[in-house]
């Protein structure tokens, strides 16, 4: 017998609704239902959980192969969720830009100054870096908040759009002749390559 009619044989003896078995578990119900459905496996720490509220060893509820893709499953999960905090992190860490003197005001004054202080380009040039750096700065603050959410589809949107985002911040600086705003957005890029490359 498979863990998902094991866990459903469980709930039913003892009478229990999903939203009750998710209850005594901490778990939501929609993690219960999946488990049941055969569509994913509990963590390691759940496993624990469902075998201590059933009083069943970890054994009879999960044969050996099935413990090995969840452990398998759970790695996965966790490197996912460590690319998308540590790429979410570096993007929300671009906004630092906005403040950071490290544009060049031109010929007028040629000191480097933080972006609110820029005055030797275009307005629309300005408003092209503001957008990009507010906009790469809000993807990370949205995946990090949906890190919470445990999607890993919306997680795995967030780290390709932050990517997409950073590509572009990159090109801007380089465009509009800002080597060191460019120096440290593509910096920033590496670091976020590397640890995607590295967890994968």
Same mark, same amino acid.
């Given at each position: 017998?498979?863990?998902?009619?094991?866990?459903?044989?469980?709930?039913?003896?003892?009478?229990?609704?999903?939203?009750?078995?998710?209850?005594?578990?901490f778990v939501s119900r929609t993690a219960i239902s999946k488990w049941e459905s055969g569509r994913g496996y509990p963590s390691i720490d759940s496993l624990k959980e469902i075998s201590r509220y059933f009083s069943v060893t970890i054994d009879e509820l999960i044969c050996p192969e099935e413990l090995l893709s969840a452990a398998e499953a759970e790695k996965?999960?966790? #490197?996912?969720?460590? +690319? %998308?905090?540590?790429?979410?992190? =570096?993007?929300? !860490?671009?906004?630092? &830009? $906005?403040?950071?003197?490290?544009?060049?005001?031109?010929?007028?004054?040629?000191?480097?100054?933080?972006?609110?202080?820029?005055?030797?380009?275009?307005?629309?040039?300005? #408003?092209?870096?503001? +957008? %990009?750096?507010?906009?790469?700065? =809000?993807?990370? !603050?949205?995946?990090? &908040? $949906?890190?919470?959410?445990?999607?890993?589809?919306?997680?795995?949107?967030?780290?390709?759009?932050?990517?997409?985002?950073?590509?572009?911040?990159?090109?801007?600086?380089? #465009?509009?002749?800002?080597?060191?705003?460019?120096?440290?957005?593509?910096?920033? !890029?590496?670091?976020?390559?590397?640890?995607?490359?590295?967890?994968?």
């Amino acid at each position: 017998m498979e863990f998902n009619e094991k866990l459903q044989e469980l709930r039913k003896s003892r009478g229990l609704t999903q939203e009750a078995l998710a209850e005594a578990l901490f778990v939501s119900r929609t993690a219960i239902s999946k488990w049941e459905s055969g569509r994913g496996y509990p963590s390691i720490d759940s496993l624990k959980e469902i075998s201590r509220y059933f009083s069943v060893t970890i054994d009879e509820l999960i044969c050996p192969e099935e413990l090995l893709s969840a452990a398998e499953a759970e790695k996965q999960a966790f #490197a996912g969720r460590t +690319i %998308s905090f540590l790429s979410n992190t =570096l993007d929300l !860490l671009t906004a630092v &830009l $906005l403040f950071l003197p490290v544009f060049g005001n031109g010929t007028d004054a040629p000191a480097a100054v933080s972006l609110f202080g820029l005055t030797g380009v275009h307005a629309w040039v300005k #408003a092209a870096f503001f +957008i %990009s750096i507010c906009l790469t700065a =809000l993807n990370g !603050l949205c995946g990090l &908040l $949906l890190i919470r959410l445990d999607r890993p589809v919306w997680n795995r949107h967030r780290v390709v759009t932050g990517m997409a985002l950073s590509i572009l911040t990159v090109a801007v600086f380089i #465009a509009a002749r800002q080597p060191y705003a460019g120096a440290l957005c593509f910096a920033l !890029l590496v670091i976020k390559t590397v640890a995607i490359i590295k967890l994968r």
